[in-house]
């Protein structure tokens, strides 16, 4: 079954073919990160408006490198929510124009199980049930993924997600948006000791909490200056670990307590070093079993979405032309 996966959820414009929800034939992304940096962050209404541009382009440059027409298409993907409503309206429409012009069936798609799910891309990937942790710029959430299209929230964050402290942290600091580049690439060269940042809600809950920590970094810029130099890899390794550091507790915390052996971590904050390697290195501690996904599934992209579609169809579930975006869809 070949499924052309859309996502227009935010600041990436994607397109994708993949085959039975396991093969990627082709997966295209248009970044918008040019045109909201100036701004320090994603103002919608340009979000959408080169959504428009860019999505029929997308779409084709997909079918091309996948030597695939929409004739070969078989159903068509695309992610309803949650994400910014005009952003969505423009992935569902095409979606829409595409399935009233060739016939071909339509699903919408949950951008965070199409998060969950991208790890079916790999060859071994975990069967249900497992633990997945998806850390992206705008949700910190913990599932427990008891089956396909069956999850329960387990945890997540009461203030910030771990994408919006690292922005506002490198706002602070004066490094560009999106700040999870920078703020890692120094990080690398820092020592992580350097300054004791605080970790929020410490204990046997599985929330977590990241706006004290954005405001410990102001407060220490405040007293100290901006830093420069091997200063700033210190701040910024210190801060980046605080992130980590209570992340993989969390996520093993969880795992032993519900009895879980398989844990994925997914997101585009999945795509850090640290927080890979500490989830990495305290799962193998424990006798835990973790998958990533390669950094190119971890941000927004097409491919991701159409597993995810794949699996809703494979449910039972179908699309209408009356369906409509839902910016706060929860799985």
């Known amino acids: 079954m070949l499924v052309l996966g859309l996502e227009t959820s935010c600041d990436e414009t994607a397109a994708a073919v993949v085959e039975d929800g396991r093969r990627v034939l082709s997966d295209v992304v248009s970044t918008q990160v040019d045109i909201h940096r100036r701004w320090g962050g994603v103002v919608p209404e340009l979000a959408s408006r080169n959504h428009i541009v860019q999505v029929m382009p997308v779409v084709h440059e997909a079918l091309t490198r996948a030597e695939k027409t929409l004739d070969d298409v078989d159903l068509i ?22 399935s009233l012009a060739t016939g071909k069936p339509f699903v919408g798609a949950n951008h965070l199980e199409g998060h969950l799910l991208a790890i079916r891309l790999l060859e071994d990937a975990p069967e249900p049930p497992f633990l997945g942790l998806v850390v992206s710029g705008g949700h910190t959430s913990l599932y427990e993924v008891k089956d396909f299209g069956h999850y329960r929230l387990v945890g997540s964050t009461r203030d910030d997600a771990a994408g919006e402290a690292y922005d506002k942290t490198a706002r602070i600091l004066g490094l560009p948006y999106p700040g999870g580049l920078p703020i890692d690439q120094l990080a690398q060269k820092g020592n992580p000791e350097a300054i004791r940042f605080p970790r929020a809600l410490p204990g046997d809950n599985f929330d977590v909490s990241f706006s004290g920590l954005k405001t410990a970094v102001l407060h220490h810029v405040q007293k100290h200056g901006v830093p420069e130099g091997q200063a700033l890899s210190d701040l910024c390794a210190s801060f980046q670990e605080a992130v980590a550091d209570v ?19 997914c997101g585009g904050v999945a795509a850090n070093s640290r927080l890979r390697a500490l989830c990495q290195q305290r799962a193998q501690e424990r006798g835990l079993r973790m998958f990533l996904p390669p950094v190119r599934l971890c941000t927004d992209n097409g491919a991701m979405i159409a597993v995810a579609g794949y699996e809703a169809w494979r449910r039972g ?15």
Not at 88 to 98: D, F, I, N, P, W
Not at 247 to 265: E, F, M, N
């Open 77 to 98: 993907a695309v992610t309803s929510g949650p994400g910014l409503i005009g952003a969505l309206l423009v992935g569902l429409q095409v979606a829409k124009g595409l």
């Open 247 to 265: 992340l993989s507790k969390k996520l093993v915390a969880a795992a032993r307590r519900l009895g879980h052996t398989k844990l994925v971590l």
């Open 317 to 331: 579930l179908r699309g209408d032309f009356r369906l409509a975006a839902d910016p706060a869809w929860r799985m």
